[in-house]
């Protein structure tokens, strides 16, 4: 029968995601699986019923996706449209001409971080190839989705996508009971976050393992560390060819040295929507407390695929994916001084692989016990957070 090779199927790609991203696997497993001759989509997801469904049309999901790695990569692609909380951030989207519009933003959001190929998958280089616009890499969808409005018409007449059917449709069913359906996704999320956390296998691929055997997982005071590093560095001196200065006797520095200036403190707070409640109020204290410890400027912002400044660390920024690149842009942007600026990043670990620091090097990484670093060769060091008693 049809829908039972599509459960093996689904079963199959389910154990791959709990190997190599046990979050979006146990995400996928708490999905109801409705199948529906009459769905629009080949795959879909919808609320109904007082729970979140996957919804499967299945002759369009064996035609339009014939292989492991598509299935793979077309249910990883819906699990992040729910991690992110696209269907209740969008669900109220009126027109099919906006819909084609969030639908285009949110699939090249969630695309940039599904590794398998499957039909229809659009990523912004190809796209900003193809339509002449710049569009950046790992940016949120509200972000696309106010680059490509400008674009209406030509996403109308053109066709956004290689699947240009694929609308959507579920995420409206959100609307008819929306707070309800907000709290149920929240809890599948957090529910799912922590299986995930006590099956202790992470939410990074498989290829993080090695990292974590690396780095071992020793819990240490990581704000003692980090104010003892500021007054070693406070206390170093360092050479110039500036003529010593006889009209300020006060200063007692040597002749062709001079004191390092205070080093200032940027703390990012990461705030996207993997990081649950009870990790995003750990965060927020744990970045009051290093304030509080530290005698001299510190500065808060809030992060997932942008920045912001952490004005009321009682309020949560409502986040999407995590970019690191995102913070190092922004410290380059805004003219800090690499030499005197110790940027300290509040995270879970799981973001992008690769990022350029802009010569930024007195960086420390700040993650919970047992969590893993996706960047593969990160600047800087990386500590753990001491476990809650």
Do not use: C
């Amino acid at each position: 029968m049809l829908t039972n090779e599509i459960e093996r199927q689904i079963q199959q790609a389910a154990r791959q995601l709990l190997d190599d991203s046990r979050f979006y696997g146990e995400i996928l497993l708490r999905l109801t699986r409705v199948y529906d001759d009459q769905a629009e989509n080949a795959v879909d997801v919808r609320y109904a019923t007082h729970q979140w469904q996957l919804v499967i049309n299945p002759a369009l999901f064996i035609a339009t996706y014939p292989t492991a790695e598509n299935i793979l990569g077309i249910l990883t692609h819906q699990v992040l449209h729910l991690v992110w909380q696209h269907p209740i951030r969008y669900g109220h989207i009126p027109t099919d001409n906006l819909r084609r519009v969030v639908n285009l933003a949110t699939d090249l959001a969630v695309n940039q971080y599904v590794k398998a190929d499957f039909a229809g998958k659009v990523l912004p280089a190809k796209f900003a190839q193809r339509f002449h616009i710049q569009l950046p890499a790992f940016a949120d969808s509200q972000q696309y989705y106010e680059l490509l409005l400008p674009f209406l018409d030509d996403l109308q007449t053109s066709g956004g996508t290689t699947n240009d059917q694929a609308m959507h449709a579920g995420w409206a069913t959100s609307q008819q009971s929306a707070t309800e359906a907000g709290a149920a996704l929240e809890n599948l999320i957090n529910q799912a976050q922590t299986d995930a956390h006590i099956a202790g296998r992470g939410r990074l691929p498989g290829s993080g393992t090695q990292a974590i055997e690396a780095h071992g997982t020793q819990t240490l005071n990581w704000r003692r560390i980090l104010t003892q590093q500021r007054i070693h560095q406070a206390a170093e001196y360092h050479a110039t060819r500036a003529r010593f200065n006889r009209r300020q006797p006060y200063r007692i520095d040597l002749p062709e040295q001079v004191l390092n200036q205070q080093v200032q403190v940027v703390v990012f707070v990461d705030q996207s929507a993997s990081i649950n409640a009870t990790l995003a109020v750990r965060f927020v204290n744990e970045a009051r407390a290093l304030k509080r410890q530290i005698q001299g400027q510190v500065l808060l912002y809030a992060f997932d695929s942008a920045v912001y400044p952490l004005a009321d660390p009682t309020k949560r920024h409502q986040g999407g994916g995590t970019t690191y690149q995102a913070l190092f842009d922004e410290l380059k942007t805004a003219h800090f001084q690499w030499q005197h600026t110790q940027v300290v990043i509040l995270t879970d670990g799981a973001g992008e692989e690769l990022v350029d620091t802009h010569h930024f090097k007195n960086v420390t990484w700040v993650l919970p016990a047992q969590h893993v670093l996706s960047v593969s060769q990160p600047i800087g060091r990386v500590l753990y957070m001491e476990v809650e008693k």
